[in-house]
């Protein structure tokens, strides 16, 4: 049903071949065969570096059109609900979510499929000893796309390795594995960036703050921006949570201008686009002595001043700057800015796009797209 297909006989074949061994040890660009369709455009999606300019503008123009197209609530919405009707899709979420969720529930729901979930895991046959690839597999007999959510880095890159193998061979999309990727976010974190400034992200500045050590968010669309031209990031974290040497060295190889910088406020006025992250102290563990028995840390660590977002901080932002978090907020933005009138807060509408973009993602992996643009709207 989705997409079309194989790239060519030669791929097919050595995925069929291939050891889950020799896949996850593949460089990420070489694995981009595996996971795209032939014309380019992804059908699995794992991670943001598997996406380029084209496949970004399109998912933008798409999202863009889907939306307006949604404001005909007879005929608009019974076109876009036609387009994947008859078809189901599974979201397994094996860690907290409101807006992966809900978004990816939606945007489902939009395009006309049938909507399955599992969000506790305990209820799954996992709890019974299977592997996550037989739970995999065994998902591909009732549906037609899988969206997952899971602790562990390199789980939906192995989703897909089963899936390759398969003679149901269906699409899986990434919702946030582990400390490493959430590349739908950063879909919609371009779109966002995309809509603020009128299709213009070339030549943007952008300050990341926060826990961007273990932020997969940050992580996700920091790889993105070798799409665009002469874009400057700016990192300013405690140290201790500084943005991990990997991507720094992604973006030195694609020559992208990074600064670690202490001071936000310092970097503020120089912004286009401020994007905050809360501490990801779900990932803190401390050990029982002796017992080496891994125990989650109940307390919420506070972010610590200098990493805060304060109300008078807008007066310093550009005329055009925009605010963004991906969510949930803590401590990180003061309380009054999050339902300040000012229209360069954006998280809000931030969010929402995460809901056009992911019709768009799903409409373009299942080969939608074209009906999609050249869908003729009915004058008023
Ligand atoms: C993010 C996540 O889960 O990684 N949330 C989201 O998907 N909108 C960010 C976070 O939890 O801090």
């Known amino acids: 049903m ?3 297909s194989w790239p060519s006989k030669k791929v097919e074949r050595m995925a069929q071949e291939m050891s889950w061994k020799d896949f996850s040890a593949m460089e990420d660009r070489e694995k981009v065969p595996f996971l795209n369709n032939p014309n380019g455009n992804p059908f699995h999606v794992l991670f943001a570096q598997q996406f380029n300019r084209e496949n970004l503008d399109l998912l933008c123009q798409v999202a863009e059109k889907a939306r307006l197209i949604n404001k005909d609530r007879k005929k608009g919405r019974e076109f876009l ?60 007999s009732y549906v037609d796309l899988v ?30 594995s582990g400390k490493d990727q959430h590349p739908t976010q950063a879909l919609l974190d371009i779109y966002t960036l995309y809509k603020s400034f009128d299709g213009q992200i070339d030549g ?81 563990e401390k050990h029982i002595k002796g017992k080496g028995v891994p125990v989650r840390l109940k307390f919420r660590q506070p972010i610590g001043p200098k990493y805060r977002f304060k109300k008078e901080y807008l007066e310093w932002m550009k005329k055009d700057a925009v ?47 074209k009906e999609i643009l050249d869908y003729q709207m009915s004058s008023p």
């Open 147 to 176: 969206v997952m959510r899971h602790p562990h880095e390199g789980s939906a890159e192995l989703g897909a390795w089963v899936l390759n193998k398969s003679d149901r061979r269906i699409p899986i999309i990434n919702g946030g």
């Open 323 to 369: 605010l963004m978090h991906p969510l949930p907020k803590r401590d990180e933005i003061e309380e009054e800015v999050g339902y300040s009138s000012d229209s360069r807060v954006v998280f809000w509408r931030q969010e929402r796009n995460g809901m056009w973009i992911r019709v768009a993602l799903i409409a373009v992996i299942f080969g939608k797209e």
């Open 204 to 284: 943007r500045t952008i300050v990341m703050v926060g826990d961007l050590a273990r932020g997969r968010t940050v992580r996700s669309l920091s790889y993105l921006m070798k799409n665009y031209q002469g874009v400057e990031l700016f990192f300013v974290s405690p140290p201790h949570l500084r943005m991990r040497d990997d991507i720094k060295d992604f973006l030195d190889r694609h020559d992208i201008f990074c600064q670690e910088e202490d001071d936000l406020e310092e970097v503020i006025p120089l912004a286009d686009a401020i994007y905050m992250t809360r501490v990801q102290d779900e990932w803190d």
């Open 81 to 140: 609900k036609s387009l994947l009707f008859g078809t189901y899709a599974l979201n397994f979420f094996a860690q907290p979510s409101t807006r992966t969720f809900l978004s990816f529930q939606t945007a489902q729901e939009v395009l006309g499929m049938g909507i399955r979930d599992i969000r506790d895991p305990s209820t799954s046959s996992e709890a019974k000893g299977e592997t996550l690839e037989d739970s995999i597999r065994t998902f591909s």
């Open 2 to 4: 989705a997409g079309e």
